[in-house]
């Protein structure tokens, strides 16, 4: 089992930054890929940011250029470091692990973009 604990939501201005933070633990040497998820009000999960055991990232047209997921494998945290923010980037914002065949979530963290 995996145990993911995300920090570092919270009220900004559109414009603003956020960092986010996903510490791991549990048998964290099963995990292979990480990423960051966020579903609106209304609307589906969608993948924002991924990365894999080995540094490759990819992410979601919509943030390109203005967020940026990095990894401490030391820490076993993952960060989703998000800049120029929008309104809609308002979100619960959810830390994802995958590895062996086993899928883990976190509890949430809400990012509220204000104009």
């Known amino acids: 089992q995996v145990q993911l604990v995300e920090s570092g939501g919270g009220l900004v201005q559109a414009g603003g930054s956020l960092r986010l933070s996903c510490a791991a633990s549990g048998s964290i040497l099963s995990i292979a890929n990480m990423g960051w998820y966020r579903q609106a009000p209304g609307k589906q999960r969608e993948l924002v940011a991924g990365?894999?055991?080995?540094?490759?990232?990819n992410y979601a047209d919509s943030v390109k250029g203005r967020f940026t997921i990095s990894r401490d494998n030391a820490k076993n945290t993952v960060y989703l470091q998000m800049n120029s923010l929008k309104p809609e980037d308002t979100a619960v914002y959810y830390c994802?692990?995958?590895?062996?065949?086993?899928?883990?979530w976190g509890q949430g963290t809400q990012v509220t973009v204000f104009s």
């Open positions: 994802n692990a995958y590895g062996l065949g086993n899928i883990y």
């Open positions: 990365i894999s055991s080995g540094g490759r990232t």
